[in-house]
């Protein structure tokens, strides 16, 4: 039969090791890969079928049409109309069609009417210097006089013909020459446009082929975002259970730790303990000795003696 455990002989509690426990209870596995693997992992996911180019479409948002559209049109009443009593004529008045005369214009007048109105003011002139002479009893013009005066009118008059004649002609030539720059300046806003149309087309399809462009790269950047969260999701798993494992092994050591510390303040006391038993027993072994001298010589025969420690 084997002693019972009793208190301060540090045997009271049974520990169970640790290699043992984890190798019953917590799964660790550690599975090591090379960093060729590892990298070769990383990598992105490249299509092995065919990969159809997505362009995006833009769908416009449904217009709303305003309320005053959309509710009922009032129906028109009929409110019948009651003429006067006793109208003989009607009472819608006839439109009466006037014809306007044109306003000629006071430079387009003829040159013979106004050779007429100018021999009508100077005759007008002369009647009155005329009535005026009589008045004041004076000589009257001469008829050599009169036709000299006549003579420098008519020469007054072909030399404003001669003027009016080549201001039409100046006129015809600057209508001329207005119309060539007209077509000119056409011609030249013409080019300017088809210029500025040419770059617009280019600018399109500059911007189109652009749009392309980045409509590829999103859909591969779609794709490699999908595949980088699937891998994030793979390694959050990953560091969730490695945090438990390690949140495990602080418990265990927590409690490993506070059974070493239990441990060593009950070697101590054995410690304390067997210090204290030795000096006893050294006492008692040197007051035997002191008590087996005197012995000694009361009686000749010495009596044996061994170290026990």
């Not at 090591?32 to 990969?51: F, T």
């Not at 005066?149 to 001329?176: G, V, W």
Request: aromatic share 4%; charged share 30%; glycine share 2%.
């Amino acid at each position: 039969m084997a002693a019972e455990r009793t208190l301060g002989d540090g045997m009271d509690n049974n520990l169970m090791a640790l290699s043992d426990y984890a190798s019953e209870n917590v799964p660790f596995r550690l599975n090591l890969r090379s960093s060729e693997a590892i990298l070769n992992s990383l990598r992105p996911i490249e299509p092995s079928g065919k990969v159809i180019r997505v362009i995006p479409k833009y769908v416009p948002r449904e217009v709303r049409k305003p309320k005053y559209l959309t509710r009922k049109p009032k129906e028109p009443k009929f409110i019948p109309y009651e003429p006067f009593k006793g109208a003989v004529e009607p009472i819608i008045p006839i439109k009466k069609v006037t014809k306007r005369e044109p306003i000629k214009d006071k430079n387009n007048i003829d040159i013979h009417d106004l050779v007429i109105q100018m021999s009508e003011m100077r005759m007008q002139e002369l009647n009155k210097a005329k009535i005026e002479a009589m008045k004041q009893d004076e000589e009257l013009i001469t008829r050599k006089q009169w036709d000299e005066e006549k003579r420098s009118y008519e020469t007054d008059i072909k030399n404003l013909q001669e003027t009016n004649a080549h201001l039409e002609n100046q006129l015809k030539f600057q209508a001329q020459v207005n119309s060539e720059l007209k077509t000119l300046l056409v011609a030249a806003v013409g080019e300017d446009l088809e210029s500025r149309v040419q770059h617009l087309t280019q600018d399109k399809l500059q911007l189109a082929r652009a749009l392309l462009k980045s409509a590829t790269h999103l859909t591969s950047h779609q794709e490699q975002t999908e595949w980088l969260s699937g891998q994030c999701e793979v390694w959050r798993s990953k560091f969730l259970a490695s945090s438990l494992m390690v949140e495990e092994l602080a418990r265990w050591k927590s409690v490993l730790t506070n059974r070493l510390n239990d441990a060593q303040d009950v070697l101590k006391n054995l410690i304390e303990e067997r210090n204290k038993t030795r000096s006893y027993s050294i006492k008692c072994l040197n007051n035997l000795s002191q008590i087996n001298e005197k012995l000694c010589k009361n009686e000749n025969t010495p009596l044996k003696s061994s170290n026990i420690l």
